[in-house]
């Protein structure tokens, strides 16, 4: 059995709430959503989780998440700076913004030597999910592609807030559950029996990228190439300096273009949570309590909480 990793993009963590400490508790014991990210994960035979994360958390983060999880499972952390550039680059004085997700995954490069998984701190994905992305990762299969990777294909319909409007990746795939396309997608806002984004309708059953993907090691090799290129760009003045960002969905995205990868989406019909906006978080705390209800979860997820 392959030894696959969790890699948790938390840099973000806590920045809506003034700190780690502030994160809002949403399960039954006081959890927040990243216990039951972590928790699934364990349950689905990750043996190791890589958190993503800011320096000025990092001694909340340990105390509070980190240490608690150690018990568990494997744990190590890496920091996303926005100096931790390549050599004969420099961080742009006027740049404030994170460089994206691309970045972070890539802060990472000297941990990972193992088929990966990458999610979101704050997001709830589901059990299906992680059992899915660990099946293909022990399995990815080969294809006339360089690359085969994976990613968890949600329906929009599972994924939407009833107090607002969402961004998500709307994803394009053939016959055979192959992406073909993901593109970002704002202000969808949920209908009676549909989403609407901008005029046009869309599906409930629409897949849809949650920034949740399974990829291989020598992944690692591309992002470090397409960041030097990404830089190169913002150098040249071809891209916003301020704000332009290195994104997973727009790294695969062009990697789909050039006929290099193979990206399978696994259908899960979980339901995603989120507390996108305040509202959101009485839904996402009845929607835990009903899943400890029915036996989904303990009422304590870990000791400690």
Same mark, same amino acid.
């Not at 589901?126 to 006339?144: M, Q, T």
């Not at 190439?225 to 997973?248: H, W």
């Given at each position: 059995?392959?030894?696959?990793?969790?890699?948790?993009?938390?840099?973000?963590?806590?920045?809506?709430y003034?700190?780690?400490?502030? %994160?809002? !508790?949403?399960?039954?014991?006081?959890?927040?959503? %990243?216990?039951?990210?972590?928790?699934?994960?364990?349950?689905?035979?990750?043996?190791?989780?890589?958190?993503?994360?800011?320096?000025?958390?990092?001694?909340?983060?340990?105390?509070?998440?980190?240490?608690?999880?150690?018990k568990?499972?494997?744990?190590?952390?890496?920091?996303?700076?926005?100096?931790?550039?390549?050599?004969?680059?420099?961080?742009?004085?006027?740049r404030?913004? !994170?460089?994206?997700?691309?970045?972070?995954?890539?802060?990472?490069?000297?941990l990972?030597?193992?088929?990966?998984?990458?999610?979101?701190?704050?997001?709830?994905?589901?059990?299906?999910?992680?059992?899915?992305?660990? &099946?293909?990762? +022990?399995?990815?299969?080969?294809?006339?592609?360089?690359?085969?990777?994976?990613?968890?294909?949600?329906?929009?319909?599972?994924?939407?807030?009833?107090?607002?409007?969402?961004?998500?990746?709307?994803?394009?795939v053939? @016959?055979?559950?192959?992406?073909?396309?993901? @593109? @970002?997608?704002?202000?969808?806002?949920?209908?009676?029996?549909?989403? &609407?984004?901008?005029?046009f309708?869309?599906?409930? +059953?629409? !897949?849809?990228?949650?920034?949740?993907?399974?990829?291989? !090691?020598?992944?690692?090799?591309?992002?470090?190439?397409?960041?030097?290129?990404?830089?190169?760009?913002?150098?040249?003045?071809?891209?916003?300096?301020?704000?332009?960002?290195?994104?997973?969905?727009?790294?695969?995205?062009?990697?789909?273009? &050039?006929?290099?990868?193979?990206?399978s989406?696994?259908?899960?019909?979980?339901?995603?949570?989120?507390?996108?906006?305040? +509202?959101?978080?009485?839904?996402?705390?009845?929607?835990?309590?009903?899943?400890?209800?029915?036996?989904?979860?303990?009422?304590?997820?870990?000791?400690?909480?």
């Amino acid at each position: 059995m392959k030894k696959i990793t969790l890699v948790v993009m938390a840099a973000g963590i806590g920045s809506r709430y003034g700190g780690v400490k502030q %994160l809002e !508790p949403v399960g039954t014991s006081g959890e927040i959503i %990243l216990d039951y990210s972590v928790y699934d994960a364990i349950k689905a035979g990750f043996k190791k989780v890589i958190f993503i994360i800011r320096k000025d958390i990092e001694e909340d983060f340990k105390e509070i998440i980190g240490d608690r999880l150690a018990k568990y499972v494997e744990v190590e952390y890496v920091i996303q700076e926005l100096n931790d550039l390549p050599k004969g680059y420099t961080q742009p004085a006027e740049r404030t913004k !994170p460089w994206g997700t691309g970045q972070a995954v890539l802060c990472c490069k000297e941990l990972i030597h193992e088929p990966f998984a990458v999610i979101n701190a704050d997001d709830y994905y589901g059990k299906e999910a992680f059992v899915r992305i660990k &099946e293909f990762l +022990e399995n990815p299969g080969s294809s006339d592609k360089k690359y085969n990777f994976c990613m968890a294909g949600f329906r929009l319909g599972n994924t939407l807030s009833e107090h607002g409007t969402v961004t998500r990746g709307v994803c394009k795939v053939n @016959e055979k559950n192959i992406l073909i396309d993901i @593109e @970002e997608t704002k202000n969808i806002e949920k209908k009676k029996d549909h989403a &609407e984004a901008n005029g046009f309708k869309i599906p409930f +059953e629409q !897949p849809v990228s949650m920034n949740m993907w399974g990829f291989t !090691p020598e992944f690692m090799d591309e992002l470090e190439v397409r960041f030097q290129q990404f830089l190169e760009e913002i150098r040249a003045g071809e891209k916003d300096s301020c704000n332009s960002e290195y994104l997973l969905p727009i790294i695969i995205g062009d990697m789909i273009k &050039e006929d290099i990868v193979q990206v399978s989406v696994l259908d899960t019909q979980d339901k995603w949570f989120g507390v996108t906006y305040k +509202e959101d978080k009485e839904y996402v705390v009845k929607a835990f309590r009903k899943l400890v209800e029915e036996g989904a979860y303990p009422k304590q997820l870990f000791e400690g909480k």
